[in-house]
């Protein structure tokens, strides 16, 4: 039997943890009885710099339940950065470990299938979600847009997964030898290149509160995904170049085959679309460059991905 763990990362999540806490407490208990985990087994709630009372819920829950342990980071430092202090916090003591959200919107009942695939010799297994109900449309329509964007860009991750997957110690020894500041997990995994399967995971409607992943942190995660695995956007912008010196050969032809034929070529109109096309074409490409630039920037001064307060283990 493995010690097994649980890394669950909360951020503003006091809705949910007594439940939350329940339902992998008799997960635990389930999979215990079989043999499928030892008894020291634990579960890892990561108090993300919550604002209400999800750190002292933990200490709460912490002091009643056997399983229950918990990790205070000193600020909010977002979910990756939270769901890596989980895990290597969790290496340390545990023989594989899962990481899930304490909504716990994907499906516990794949975790004994992840066990299984793990003791069948794959260091890691997937939660690929097979279905979404539980979302609502936008963010159904955004992650699938999202995935498909980030194929095209040649970002090798596992389609249709999100942060549900079982890693091995040795996976992840692994991970902690990345020491990019610029976290996209999901793009790390296959990285490593180690053994690997995938089980179903069907999206369940969040037990009470709200995603805490607002749009903008879904945008951000998105760019993080795309430019810290792909050069292709700047490739984009040399392509973008020769579009524009081609159309504007075209444009040259244009006007002097009119200069010669004696007709009137209309000025005021053609030469502002042209400016303001050129000048959002330029800002564009700066943008794109300067997003590669601060990450250069992010990743030199090799600052800590985050700080934990307090620790507390069985």
């Known amino acids: 039997m493995i010690r097994f763990a649980i890394v669950s990362p909360c951020y503003n999540e006091e809705a949910v943890l007594h439940e939350s806490a329940s339902r992998l407490s008799a997960l635990f208990e ?3 009885s079989k043999q499928k985990i030892s008894s020291d087994s ?3 709630y990561v108090n993300d710099g919550s604002r ?44 594989a470990v899962v990481t899930i959200d304490a909504d716990l919107q994907d499906d ?3 975790i004994e299938e992840m066990i299984d695939k793990y003791n069948a010799g794959n260091d890691i297994v997937y939660g690929v979600k097979v279905s979404r109900e539980g979302d609502s449309l936008a963010k159904r329509s955004t992650a699938m847009l999202f995935y498909k964007i980030q194929q095209s860009m040649g970002v090798k991750a596992i389609y249709n ?40 995971d069907v999206i369940s409607p ?24 792909s050069t292709k956007p700047i490739s984009l912008i040399i392509g973008l170049g020769a579009i524009g010196m081609l159309v504007s050969f075209f444009m040259l ?11 009137v070529v209309p000025g005021w109109s053609s030469i502002m679309l042209s400016v303001w096309f050129i000048g959002s074409a330029l800002l564009l490409s700066i943008g794109i460059v300067g997003e590669y630039i601060g990450k250069i920037y992010i990743e030199v001064k090799k600052r800590p991905l985050y700080t934990i307060e307090e620790v507390l283990m069985n």
């Open 30 to 32: 389930n999979l215990i």
């Open 42 to 44: 634990f579960i890892l």
């Open 52 to 95: 209400d009372k999800t750190w002292p819920i933990i200490q709460e829950l912490h002091s009643a339940n056997k399983f229950i342990c918990g990790l205070n980071l000193a600020h909010n430092v977002g979910h990756q950065n939270a769901i890596m202090a989980g895990m290597m916090t969790a290496k340390d003591y545990a023989d």
């Open 108 to 110: 516990i009942n794949a």
């Open 161 to 200: 997964h999100a942060d549900f997957r079982l890693l091995s110690k040795r996976a992840l020894q692994e991970l902690s030898l990345y020491k990019e500041r610029n976290l996209y997990l999901r793009g790390l995994m296959p990285m490593m290149g180690f053994p690997s399967a995938t089980v179903d």
């Open 206 to 229: 969040r037990m009470a509160g709200s995603s805490k992943y607002t749009l903008s942190k879904m945008l951000r995660l998105a760019t993080d995904g795309i430019t810290s695995f």
């Open 253 to 263: 032809v244009y006007v002097l085959i009119s200069w010669i034929s004696g007709h």
